[in-house]
């Protein structure tokens, strides 16, 4: 259970990281893919954030995932100028992708009745014999 402390620290990291990533991205001539940091979470020690981020389109997640890794030591640097007056000490950042709102679109389609794995089988994956 987070703590108010790390629910704020988290959304303070939240707003500062998504701006340095997107400042990040146009600099590095990336056009055409919208980056969101869908949350921050703090662990109690405050000294490791882990920073999920959403990357639409989609198939582009994992290409984005490892521009932000190689820059990560900018990233830290700039959030931490950003939010010197806020935080003592600036937490080790982990990235991730967040693909729950890919997810959610999987489960609306197989709703919808636009992806039936019924009819098309290759649509789940293959389950593992042991």
Request: proline share 4%.
């Amino acid at each position: 259970m987070e703590t108010n402390r790390q629910k704020k620290i988290g959304g303070v990291l939240q707003r500062d990281i998504a701006d340095v990533i997107q400042h990040a991205l146009r600099d590095a001539g990336i056009q055409g893919i919208l980056v969101s940091v869908t949350k921050v979470s703090v662990t109690t020690d405050l000294s490791i954030a882990k920073v999920y981020m959403s990357v639409f389109p989609h198939h582009e997640g994992e290409k984005v995932l490892e521009e932000v890794k190689s820059v990560q030591s900018q990233i830290k640097h700039q959030v931490a100028q950003r939010t010197k007056h806020q935080l003592r000490r600036m937490p080790e950042m982990s990235f991730f992708i967040d693909d729950s709102l890919e997810y959610i679109d999987n489960i609306e389609k197989a709703i919808k009745g636009e992806e039936n794995p019924l009819q098309d089988p290759n649509l789940l994956p293959r389950r593992k014999k042991k």
